[in-house]
């Protein structure tokens, strides 16, 4: 796949990824995409390595939506307790 096919993907699993998970998100839409991004190579690494599949196949395939959208919902997870704790130690 492409970068801008990359691009695209990353911004949808971004969004779906704060729809699932929720509370406030501290970034805005850039730092969903690139989180959505991220999250996509995530999900593909982690499907090849725990389950020995290769889960990014094309844009349209199921397999490459749901590893990218797993990936954006850790990367986010991650994401917002480095910011919260950040954020906590600020006020303290």
Do not use: C, E, N
């Amino acid at each position: 796949m492409g970068i801008i096919a990359w691009i695209l993907i990353g911004l949808f699993a971004g969004l779906i990824a704060q729809a699932i998970m929720p509370g406030k998100d501290p970034g805005g839409i850039i730092i969903t995409m690139l989180i959505g991004i991220a999250g996509g190579l995530l999900g593909g690494w982690l499907g090849k390595v725990i389950f020995g599949v290769d889960s990014i196949d094309g844009f349209f395939d199921l397999s490459t939506w749901i590893a990218a959208i797993i990936g954006s919902v850790i990367l986010l997870a991650l994401y917002r307790l480095a910011i919260g704790s950040r954020r906590s130690h600020r006020h303290a």
